[in-house]
């Protein structure tokens, strides 16, 4: 046999299975496996029941029939895709030393096995388990309660045993709440020095029955010493008694005298003649009040001083304002009688408009509506968007017409003018409600905004791995992190899928980086089954959401992340979908895609 290193070992009669990997799916693949055999180890091609098998995805299986193989001979493998190549390490088929030295082990026919103790007498692995069956004997019938039929059934009898009589001593430190021999005996020690720590304080109030009186009476006294005190005390105090007794009769006989003269007043009006005292005293207290707070106001600089001196003021400043507009009216350049000159004068332009057809009636009215309506628009601020020059030519014209005496034709311009005005004016208006209550809507229209937080490209590695998927959620409002305010039930939850490269919903979905719990599904029943087959994330906090998507070794494969939820704030409740690709590559990939190796 050749002599070589090699890594792998095939049992007798097992096919060959080797798994590799490639930089695609479906490629053409040549095999080729080689044995080494003889003392030089010379390659020999092995000719039959060789095959590539395709797992799909890059991945891949040599396989070589045991037929193929024979003992104690060392193979190795080549498989070519284009200008991929891919070696399959060296492996012995069923070596044969290696098989006699596991049989030695066990009792076969190679070297003998030595052991000591009362297993001495054996020299294979088979002889000593012989021996111990022996020493051990038969279990059923030793009398242990149960009849174990092993060493390990009666092993287990005694552990169970020990352990029933543990937990019914329990531990030293157990507590006194413990069901346990240690638990009962803290409380009744417990209850025991409660009991002695009464007695000691009952004791000690009581006192000693040598006890002599004490000097008063109080708590830090003891019972003894106060009963003494007090058989001393009630023999003192006999002869107070009777001068009290001699002086209540004392005063019993004039409060008789007091009720007498009392009775001459009449009924009370109230409850009691004590109680109309009282009150008459408390009126006469108001009253009281009352006379000094005026006395206060009128002294010189009171209340009612102040207010006296300000009215007298007031009326000088009137008298004084009165003599200045009479002088003001009898002026002869702003006076009453320019005044009726300039009457005089609109009294002439008037008819000059009334000689051309307008009654006076229709001309005021029509006058002092449109002024009016003019005077509407102005204070509402609605004429900002008119031009200078519409203004100056309605002053114009009104100028002309209501000051130089202008024909009905001028007045008819104005109101012209007048009336285009108001039309520019509401078609503002409109205009205005109109922008107010397209932004209105536009405000409400946006309850959140969701930001996917995926990846767009990952490395798999050589073992299992996962991969963070997160997503967070704005009120449309504040533009603050918020939770999906969610109509129906339940609320608050953010759901996820994740479609493979084949549009495959995966399940590999979790709520922690490593460990933890699969993400539960999402009900189908909830908004008219739009979450079906979606997953629950983990709320990591206000506004943030989170899944861990696990991916298999050397993974190659393309995501698609669909997220979904819904919010009712602060606009009716809305849908919100958002999707993200991403695209997992193997460094095996990347290798591969650089040639062979």
Known sequence: MAVANFKNIVPFGKDALFPFQMSAASLSTSATVYQLAGTDGAKTTVGSGVSVIDDGGGLYRLKVTSGSMSGSNLYYATVVAGSEQVRIPMWSYAPTGHTDDILSRIGGSAAAMSFTGILSGANNLQGAVDLLGGELGDFSTSGITGNPASAAAAMK????????????????????????????????????????????????????????????????????????????????NQTDLNSIISKVDTVDGIVDSILADTAVIGAPAGVSVSADIAALKAETALIVADTAELQGDWVNGGRLDLILDASAADALAAKTASQANKATLENGTHGLAQLQSEIADNQTDLNSILAAGVSRDSAIATVDSEIGTLQTDLTAGFLAGAKSSEIVALDNVVDAGFVAGAKASDLATAKTEIDGIRTDTEDIQVKIAAVQATADTLALQVNAVLQPMVPSERYSGAAAKRISLVIQTIDGATGAADNMDQAGTPAGQMYIKVLDGAGNSVTDLHDAASGGNALASADASIYSGAVSGYKIMNNVSTGFYQAFLEIAAYKVESYDVLFYAQDSDPNTAQEFRAMRQMEVRSPVQAQFAGGAF
């Not at 430190?173 to 409380?187: M, Q, V």
């Not at 006192?207 to 019972?223: C, E, F, Q, R, V």
């Open 157 to 236: 009898i005694i552990f169970d045993n020990v352990d029933t009589l543990e937990n019914s001593i329990g531990l030293e430190n157990d507590a006194d709440t413990a069901a346990t021999l240690f638990g009962r005996i803290k409380k009744n020690k417990a209850v025991a020095d409660a009991i002695k720590t009464d007695t000691d304080d009952l004791l000690a109030a009581v006192g000693d029955h040598n006890d002599a009186a004490s000097a008063d009476y109080g708590t830090d006294k003891s019972l003894m010493g106060m009963v003494r005190l007090l058989g001393a005390d009630v023999g003192e």
